[in-house]
């Protein structure tokens, strides 16, 4: 199709140069208006290939062969160095740069440093305890059936441990989304390591993927996520994931998922907010683990405003979900809450860059999905099941809308046309 659109348009230069991304250098010269138009186009072909890849993961081919012909052209054209255009559209700019970066085999984390880079820079935070390598404990987290003899290790270890250094564990199953390795699994074991900040240790949420009973060996991921103070009430988060390998003769060995060569997945798609509260399938916590699993949800209320130690820059991907204005009163569908937050009727009220992080592309639409449909979200707010659906897709189709007379979000952010305050909410340049 898009070879047909290029012979079609090939009489007439200047709808040439738009259709086809692969233009030669010697293409490149083109008037204000020319390039303006080019930027338009490239814009909604962006936002369009995003919604798809979004909605349906078999899209995201698609979605990277589109980053990467606009990166191509901007960078054969050096558009990005011309100062009008710079000035004119940096957000456009900056983002594609970013999202081109993120589909290279050596940046699938999604940092502006490679792979490689990050790993042996963040290693010193993501390791996992001794502790929690012995051969006896990996062995009883290993199957579902003797998850209660883990929990009970965990606790022979707690007896030995001061006060202010006990570990919170408890098990559940996920609502959200199956571990790396085994997109079916969804039982977790998580056990939060207390940090010392006066040290220098970094706090740690530690997560083994627990196989269903009778299927032992079919899950191997376990998850870190490491929390340092930084500065004014923020907190440094990095991540990193293992497998584990189980050997014939019964050993267990754990090693990195990337130094094993088995890939990697882009963090903050999921994690904006660095840690990420627990939500579990209802009757999945026991009655013991319940008031744990209230405490650890308590602690990542405390870190603070999350940020990445300067890996990636949340705002550079620009405002989120329900940050436009026009969603404070969505058509139908009334709030009732008791959380003085959510007065505002918007995700931007907490999901901001001095808050929980823009909840903005690249995004999984699974974890979206399960928070607002599910009830997690908006917090505190009674809605039923239909004012939900409704509520999600008005956010969804806000945030990815393309359209000359009415664009969405994200297609008016990267045009440049509005700029967003301190919290993430947009407002027109004209007001």
């Known amino acids: 199709m898009f070879a047909n659109r290029r012979v079609r348009f090939a009489a007439t230069f200047v709808f040439l140069i738009f259709a086809a991304p692969n233009v030669s250098a010697a293409t490149c010269s083109r008037t204000s208006l020319q390039t303006d138009a080019w930027v338009e186009r490239s814009i909604s072909s962006l936002v369009r290939a995003a919604h798809a890849a979004y909605v349906n993961e078999s899209a995201q081919p698609r979605y990277e062969r589109v980053v990467n012909e606009i990166a191509g052209t901007i960078e054969r054209c050096r558009l990005a160095n011309n100062p009008e255009f ?10 594609v740069r ?37 051969p006896a404990f990996l062995r009883s987290v290993s199957r579902f059936e003797t998850l209660a003899a883990a929990k009970a290790l965990l606790r022979e270890m707690n ?31 998580l056990i939060v390591v207390p940090g010392n900040a006066a040290q220098s240790i970094p706090e740690k949420w530690v997560q083994f993927g627990i196989a269903d009973p009778g299927r032992p060996k079919t899950v191997r991921n376990v998850s870190v996520v490491a929390v340092t103070p930084g500065d004014e009430e923020t907190a440094n988060v990095y991540f990193k994931d293992f497998y584990r390998t189980y050997r014939r003769n019964g050993s267990i060995t754990i090693k990195g998922r990337w130094e094993l060569g088995e890939g990697d ?19 999945s916590v026991s009655n013991e683990d319940q008031s744990v699993m209230e405490a650890v949800n308590d602690r990542f209320r405390s870190y603070g405003v999350a940020r990445f130690n300067g890996y ?18 969505l058509r139908g569908v009334s709030f009732e809450t008791n959380n003085d937050r959510f007065n505002t009727r918007s995700c931007a009220s ?37 004012a939900r659906r409704q509520l999600y897709d008005e956010l969804i189709n806000d945030y990815f809308r393309v359209s000359a007379s009415r664009p969405g979000i994200l297609q008016t952010w990267l045009l440049g046309q509005n700029r967003s305050d301190g919290d993430g909410v947009l407002f027109s340049k004209k007001e």
């Open 86 to 95: 710079s000035q004119r559209y940096p957000e456009f700019f900056g983002y």
């Open 98 to 134: 970013l999202l081109s970066l993120g589909t290279k085999e050596d940046h699938e984390l999604g940092f502006e440093v490679s792979d490689k880079q990050y790993f042996a820079e963040t290693s010193q935070y993501t390791t996992i305890p001794d502790f929690l390598l012995t």
């Open 159 to 189: 007896r030995a441990r001061p006060a202010d250094s006990q570990l919170l564990f408890f098990s559940y199953a996920s609502r959200h989304l199956g571990t790396p390795d085994n997109s079916d699994s969804y039982r977790r074991l």
């Open 265 to 283: 997945d882009p963090c903050v798609t999921c994690h904006k907010s660095g840690v990420l509260p627990v939500f579990p399938v209802a009757g």
């Open 312 to 329: 990636i820059d949340g705002t550079k991907f620009g405002p989120g979900l329900g940050s436009s204005p026009g969603l404070a009163n």
């Open 350 to 386: 907490c999901h901001h860059p001095n808050g929980l992080g823009n909840l903005n592309w690249p995004m999984d639409s699974t974890l979206i999905s399960s928070f607002v449909n599910g009830g997690q979200m908006p917090l505190d707010a009674h809605l039923s099941r239909a």
